[in-house]
């Protein structure tokens, strides 16, 4: 049977353990192959266990950690001064061998620096990169970077190119997926300098399927099955789109509440518009990949709740059940040869 052991960071995020711990104890209900090591203080991680049944007990363990990584500490002072925190042994525990995938809501520069430092990035790769699925009118497509790196080179970009189309090669099963580099316009004269020479060195990589630059409204129609940019725009694009996600979510609601005829037509809709919230839903999609590092990653949003957290373990089983490190290693050789 494969190993599926995940070291989870329970003290990460905004709530810590409140969270997390929950969310485990329901991820280990849906996964019955799956392991978990909860890697805080025992402390505040074992009162939370109490009432757990012992089926489920002989799949967790507690891995105690002194401290924890603050969500304002610098990615260079973790680095000098987090090797008793919840996240650096949470990846170590991955380097190690002791865990196939690291789950984590804390601080996303220091995991980024720590995730670099403790599980080193794949040959070729000089930083990774946080990829996502976002929702598109065909389904969905996934965009990189996210957030991990604000400051890129067009080479950097590249990297990117190549580690997205990797991944939704191993993850959709696409031969050839589309790539769009992020940009003001269309035009081969739009764009800053970096955009401009990324885009001439993907294109001069025949094996990536590069269809040109897409524009911010084309994030969602599906043009693009990996869209590429620097992670200070990423950023900014994906906390748009889930507040916008979240705007539309309300004001339907609230439409649909005003009279009584409203509501007659709402309850008549409301399969429709169950689907429509579920397709749109950003908690859906939490639990980003860190790309490029030699193990699994998984990033959740810092103020998930249970349910949220929940979805970042449920993305590592699967990236655990594909081998995706190992996949995009062995297609990496083949690209950047």
Do not use: W
Request: glycine share 8%; net charge positive; charged share 20%.
């Amino acid at each position: 049977m494969p190993d599926y052991t995940i070291a989870v960071d329970a003290m990460g995020g905004d709530f810590g353990p409140r969270v997390t711990v929950h969310a485990t104890v329901e991820a280990l209900k849906r996964h019955p192959h799956l392991k978990v090591s909860l890697v805080g203080h025992r402390d505040k991680i074992s009162p939370l266990l109490k009432r757990l049944k012992p089926d489920l007990a002989s799949r967790l363990a507690v891995v105690h950690a002194d401290a924890v990584i603050e969500c304002d500490e610098k990615p260079s002072h973790a680095l000098r001064h987090g090797q008793a925190s919840s996240m650096y042994i949470a990846l170590n525990e991955v380097a190690a061998g002791r865990a196939k995938a690291c789950v984590s809501a804390g601080n996303t520069g220091a995991l980024m620096a720590l995730g670099r430092h403790i599980l080193r990035t794949l040959p070729g790769i000089d930083r990774p990169a946080i990829i996502s699925a976002v929702p598109t009118l065909t389904g969905h497509s996934y965009m990189l970077d996210l957030g991990a790196n604000v400051d890129c080179s067009a080479e950097h970009l590249l990297q990117f190119a190549i580690m997205g189309s990797v991944m939704v090669q191993a993850v959709e099963r696409k031969a050839a997926p589309s790539i769009g580099l992020l940009n003001i316009g269309q035009e081969q004269i739009k764009g800053n300098s970096q955009v401009r020479l990324a885009s001439r060195l993907i294109e001069s990589h025949d094996e990536l399927n590069y269809i040109g630059y897409v524009e911010g409204d084309d994030l969602f129609s599906g043009r693009a099955d990996v869209v590429v940019c620097d992670g200070f725009v990423g950023n900014i694009a994906l906390k748009s789109s889930e507040g916008l996600a979240r705007l539309i979510g309300r004001k339907v609601r609230a439409s649909f509440r005003r009279g009584l005829y409203r509501r007659l037509l709402a309850f008549l809709a409301q399969p429709a518009l169950l689907e429509l919230q579920r397709q749109i839903d950003p908690s859906r999609q939490n639990g980003a990949s860190l790309l490029g590092l030699q193990g699994i990653v998984i990033k959740s949003h810092g103020g998930a709740n249970r349910r949220c957290f929940r979805y970042a373990l449920d993305h590592a089983v699967a990236e655990i059940e594909m081998g995706v490190p190992d996949r995009i290693s062995q297609q990496l050789e083949r690209h950047l040869a």
